[in-house]
């Protein structure tokens, strides 16, 4: 077998959590499932397409990783990079997890659309799973012509109601990810897959498809006095808390009194059914 060699975002042991800005990377040489050696890489660069330049320059086969977007997923996959996103805590002791199969691939799983903010407990399970050949094992691949090429659609997102929470054509500009890396849903991957460029589409999905159910264990109530700068938010207000390994956790304030604030971590669309217009505007490969 060939030696093979990981990546991880390092920081002082640990895997660091942000790899758009990670300034080391740990790399690993494997061969027959074990480390032969391992050395610390400077990254000297940020983004995600220097980045995964820079671990294809170094011959990396694979990556595991923290917190990662859908930028940099597809900029791995078109640098031939495997992906294993999900991990925390010790860096050595998440390659030996990658090497044994326990490593489940949480996909592209960072958001960056709101204000960094404060620290909070952890209030998610890891991911760890049964396995025997080694790697990241992944969700089903979803199948179709369009699955990993870079697509360009415009679209209406409505509720039931017909109230419209988002469009495309009101921006003016199509929507361009990777189809099939976990970019979008899962229903809206779905229904591009196999979708004709000039081709308009209809499609109704349940909360599973979309943004899955509300999860109430992702509510919950802490005291303020336990969260540096909890006294400045309000009721209303959406903000990133961080979980001990530093993975940014979107959450909105939902009520505060003079001891406590309560945070909801369910994304605002879980639960609900959506429906959509998509027309395939382009497809590259």
């Known amino acids: 077998?060939?030696?093979?060699?990981?990546?991880?975002?390092?920081?002082?042991?640990?895997?660091?959590?942000?790899?758009?800005?990670?300034?080391?990377?740990?790399?690993?040489?494997?061969?027959?499932?074990?480390?032969?050696?391992?050395?610390?890489?400077?990254?000297?660069?940020?983004?995600?397409?220097?980045?995964?330049?820079?671990?294809?320059?170094?011959?990396?086969?694979a990556l595991v990783c923290g917190g990662i977007g859908g930028g940099a997923q597809a900029a791995l996959e078109e640098q031939g990079i495997e992906l294993c996103a999900g991990a925390s805590g010790n860096a050595d002791e998440a390659v030996a997890a990658y090497l044994r199969g326990e490593l489940v691939n949480t996909g592209a799983n960072c958001d960056h659309h709101h204000e960094d903010g404060h620290s909070c407990h952890d209030h998610s399970e890891g991911h760890t799973c049964g396995g025997h050949e080694g790697g990241c094992h992944g969700k089903p691949k979803l199948e179709g012509k369009n699955v990993g090429k870079t697509v360009r659609t415009h679209y209406r997102g409505t509720f039931n109601d017909?109230?419209?929470?988002?469009?495309?054509?009101?921006?003016?500009?199509?929507?361009?990810?990777?189809?099939?890396?976990?970019?979008?849903i899962p229903g809206y991957d779905?229904?591009?897959?196999?979708?004709?460029?000039?081709?308009?589409?209809?499609?109704?999905?349940?909360?599973?498809?979309?943004?899955?159910?509300?999860?109430?264990?992702?509510?919950?109530?802490?005291?303020?006095?336990?969260?540096?700068?909890?006294?400045?938010?309000?009721?209303?207000?959406?903000?990133?808390?961080?979980?001990?390994?530093?993975?940014p956790v979107p959450v909105m304030v939902t009520a505060k009194d003079e001891k406590t604030?309560?945070?909801?971590?369910?994304?605002?669309?879980?639960?609900?059914?959506?429906?959509?217009?998509?027309?395939?505007?382009?497809?590259?490969?």
């Open 1 to 61: 077998m060939s030696v093979k060699k990981i990546a991880v975002p390092y920081d002082n042991g640990e895997v660091f959590q942000h790899f758009g800005h990670t300034k080391t990377f740990k790399l690993y040489e494997v061969e027959d499932g074990k480390i032969l050696s391992s050395q610390l890489l400077a990254s000297n660069s940020s983004g995600h397409g220097a980045l995964a330049g820079l671990l294809a320059e170094r011959g990396v086969n």
């Open 162 to 184: 017909g109230n419209q929470f988002d469009s495309s054509y009101d921006r003016g500009e199509p929507l361009e990810f990777v189809c099939g890396t976990g970019m979008m």
């Open 190 to 247: 779905a229904a591009v897959a196999n979708m004709e460029v000039g081709q308009t589409v209809q499609i109704h999905l349940m909360p599973a498809e979309a943004y899955g159910e509300k999860d109430p264990d992702a509510i919950f109530t802490i005291e303020i006095a336990q969260l540096p700068g909890a006294e400045e938010v309000s009721v209303g207000q959406q903000v990133y808390l961080r979980d001990p390994y530093g993975r």
């Open 261 to 285: 604030i309560t945070f909801d971590a369910n994304h605002e669309m879980a639960g609900k059914e959506l429906n959509f217009t998509i027309e395939l505007v382009e497809v590259r490969d």
